[in-house]
């Protein structure tokens, strides 16, 4: 049995931000949602997160994650004081406590399932992660001896010039038996450069303390400012282009494309450069995407061509083709087969399957019906100042080039409008509907007018 607890209280200084420091976003999460997320493989009982600066901020975030405990550190003291304030919550209990920080995201669930294992099987009273880093800089500095029995750790503010010399880093993760760590929390001093009662002093008052070396050091890189942001962005992404590559989706120009955590790709999709993969995006099979796409939480089913494109919370059905330039958005559907050319608006507006909107056409709030062409510059007009409408377009029908649909419209099935119409009126099945002045052609005119002008 394991409660897991996460330090999320500090405001995050270095940032220098008015969001607190968990709260910013990583590919599509913040920083303690990751956190959260690594933890659920192990199945705690309890999860408790220590907040404190900007609680409520931090409480609001987190409120759709079911069963969280939140546990308020009013002052910001150090971590061993936040870890202090869990003493109420957890009298009686028995069990191991695992610990992380806040702002360490790119942590694995195997890596905290290994340092468990440890710690039950060697029966430590503490288990720590660590790792050796090139630059350990701003991190605590682990000494153990030659058993991995931990020793002393020593802050970096707190270092000697020679203690400063050891890379072995502390991760900022534990697992501490409870009631051991019970016992010592309430005797931590806060003697040091910081003044802060430190959770690492913690560490070596119990025993046996062991250190578990983590496997890929890029795992417990900690954020403490935008630059450690944007790399551990970067440690992302990489992680998960690997993945889908392994996974057998093609990424050309890897480093020109980002992928958000939760996107889905299926083997065979293509993605060209600059193109940027968001949410709660599905990719099938067969699909080419980009170069220079955008698309966020939408569906695009199999075999689909997108280029230069954006597309949000939208669906193309499979074998359809978008773009150059195109922009689906609320909701837009389009179906199988359909063609959506350049400088094409699609917002909340249906198309049935084999359908081209092929250039320069806004449809707002419409649907089609299956093989219809709507002609270059068609316009839906739905949108009379104060309320939206709807057009409906039947199976076949073709609209001329710059035509002007006005909502709330109905056109029938097999209905052809001339180009250049304003339609204003429903149109029934099989007709053809003029609505634009009569052409007027006046012979001779152009002479008529210059003799007239020489005369004077
Ligand atoms: C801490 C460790 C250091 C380790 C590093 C790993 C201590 C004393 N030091 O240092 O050994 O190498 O993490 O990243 O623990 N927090 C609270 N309440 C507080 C203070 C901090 O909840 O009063 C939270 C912060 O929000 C953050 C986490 O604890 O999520 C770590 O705090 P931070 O100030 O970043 O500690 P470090 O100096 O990085
Ligand atoms: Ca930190």
């Given amino acids: 049995m394991v409660v897991v607890a996460i330090l999320a209280a500090g405001r995050g200084t270095r940032m220098k931000s008015s969001l607190p420091k968990v709260l910013h976003p990583l590919g599509g999460f913040s920083l303690v949602e990751r956190v959260l997320r690594c933890v659920e493989p192990l199945s705690p009982s309890r999860r408790m997160v220590i907040v404190g600066y900007q609680a409520e901020l931090v409480k609001t975030a987190l409120l759709e994650i079911p069963d969280l405990e939140f546990v308020e550190q ?3 003291l150090g971590t061993g004081h936040a870890i202090q304030q869990l003493l109420p919550h957890l009298q009686g209990y028995d069990g191991d406590l695992l610990i992380l920080n806040g702002d360490v995201p790119l942590l694995r669930p195997d890596t905290l399932k290994n340092l468990l294992q440890t710690h039950k099987q060697n029966q430590n009273a503490a288990t720590i992660l660590t790792a050796y880093l090139p630059d350990p800089k701003g991190y605590g500095r682990v000494f153990c001896n030659g058993e991995n029995v931990v020793q002393q750790i020593v802050e970096d503010k707190d270092c000697t010039p020679a203690q400063k010399q050891n890379r072995r880093i502390n991760a900022g993760i534990y697992c501490f038996r409870w009631q051991d760590l019970a016992r010592v929390l ?3 001093q806060a003697n040091n450069a910081q003044g802060e009662y430190y ?8 025993s046996p303390v062991m250190a578990v070396d983590v496997e890929d050091s890029q795992e417990i890189l900690g954020i403490n400012d935008r630059i450690q942001l944007a790399g551990a962005y970067e440690i992302l992404q990489r992680r998960i282009k690997s993945e889908w590559m392994a996974a057998g989706v093609t990424i050309i120009e890897p480093s020109s494309v980002t992928i958000d955590e939760n996107v889905q790709l299926e083997p065979d999709v293509t993605i060209e450069p600059q193109t940027h993969l968001r949410g709660n995006t ?9 170069p220079g796409c955008l698309i966020e939480n939408s569906e695009i089913q199999e075999n689909v ?8 919370d939208s669906l193309v059905a499979s074998g359809s083709r978008i773009g150059p330039y195109a ?8 179906g199988m087969g359909c063609r959506i050319g350049n400088f094409v608006e699609l917002k909340n507006t249906q198309l049935g399957d ?3 909107v092929a250039h320069l056409s806004y449809l707002g709030d419409a649907t089609t019906g299956t093989k219809v062409n709507i002609g270059a510059g068609t316009i839906t007009a739905n949108y009379d100042g104060f309320n939206k409408h709807k057009t409906k ?5 073709s609209t001329g080039s710059n035509s002007v649909l006005v909502a709330p419209l109905t056109l029938g099935n097999d209905v052809y409008v001339a180009a250049g119409s304003t339609v204003t009126t429903d149109v029934s099945d099989d007709c053809l509907v003029i609505a634009r002045p009569q052409q007027v052609i006046k012979p001779g005119w152009v002479s008529k007018q210059r003799d007239a002008k020489q005369q004077n």
Avoid: F, M, W
Avoid at 282 to 290: D, M, Y
Avoid at 327 to 334: C, I, M, N, P, S
């Fill in 199 to 206: 959770l690492t002093d913690a560490v070596t008052q119990v």
């Fill in 354 to 356: 084999k359908t081209n």
């Fill in 282 to 290: 599905v990719i099938k099979t067969g699909c080419r995407i980009g």
């Fill in 393 to 397: 377009i039947g199976d076949r029908t």
């Fill in 305 to 312: 061509t997108v280029k230069y494109s954006v597309i949000t």
């Fill in 74 to 76: 009013t002052q910001q």
């Fill in 327 to 334: 922009h689906l958005r609320g909701q837009a559907q389009v």
């Fill in 186 to 188: 309430p005797e931590l």
